[in-house]
């Protein structure tokens, strides 16, 4: 059983539509990241959030922690194939962030 | 600036031999853990290190040993490979919440 669920695990969008990727747990975080990952590469890391309610832009990416620091969300707005990837969540708990990882979704953006 | 580094990039191993994932990371970073990749997943956390001297288990630990003899090197030791450990293998350095990934070692176990 994983501690964080994602969904949808597999989308696919037209250039220039938006889209909203969840991220939910029954667990409380300490901080919840998300991560993008292209074939063949390590997860690169998109943004951390720590504090419940906290909402941070990165261009067209929007990213959301829930106020009881249980869930979390991202926006991409007018999606471009660019953003085309695996995008991961993950929430870190404990003194030294143990971070524990979503299942992923699959994003494709066609042109 | 090489930041995380692991080799090999691709290995196959049959069943029973055993073999080292090497991790190197240049960035003086005292948390350094190991992930494996499984399809429909995620990463699951096999080993982790807060620390030269100290190592923990994960959620997936059983059939993998580790040691952190200084901060630069963590290895992953695999001593009776199963095909079950076929896996894209990830070693990650971390300071605080930015941590930052290899490129990963994709191994086969026939």
């Known amino acids: 059983t994983q501690l964080l669920e994602q969904s949808p695990q597999f989308l696919s969008i037209q250039e220039g539509e938006n889209l909203t990727v969840y991220c939910n747990s029954s667990?409380?975080?300490?901080?919840l990241q998300w991560y993008r990952q292209e074939p063949g590469e390590g997860p690169v890391l998109l943004v951390t959030v720590v504090t419940g309610g906290e909402v941070k832009k990165l261009k067209r990416l929007t990213f959301q922690f829930g106020d009881a620091r249980k869930d979390s969300s991202l926006h991409i707005t007018a999606a471009q194939p660019g953003d085309t990837g695996l995008y991961l969540c993950a929430g870190g708990r404990g003194n030294f962030n143990k971070f524990y990882f979503g299942s992923g979704t699959k994003l494709n953006v066609k042109p | 600036n090489a930041g995380v580094t692991q080799t090999p990039k691709f290995q196959v191993l049959k069943t029973g031999q055993s073999m080292t994932l090497q991790c190197a990371q240049d960035m003086n970073h005292e948390y350094m853990s190991w992930y494996r990749q499984d399809p429909g997943m995620g990463l699951r956390l096999i080993h982790y290190?807060?620390?030269?001297?100290?190592?923990d288990q994960g959620e997936v630990p059983n059939g993998y040993n580790v040691s952190r003899s200084t901060t630069e090197d963590f290895p992953l030791r695999l001593l009776s490979a199963a095909p079950s450990q076929t896996s894209v293998y990830f070693c990650?350095?971390?300071?605080?919440?930015?941590?930052?990934f290899g490129q990963g070692t994709r191994l086969t176990v026939v």
């Open positions: 990650a350095s971390s300071y605080g919440t930015q941590a930052f």
């Open positions: 667990s409380v975080f300490s901080s």
């Open positions: 290190s807060v620390g030269a001297g100290i190592t």
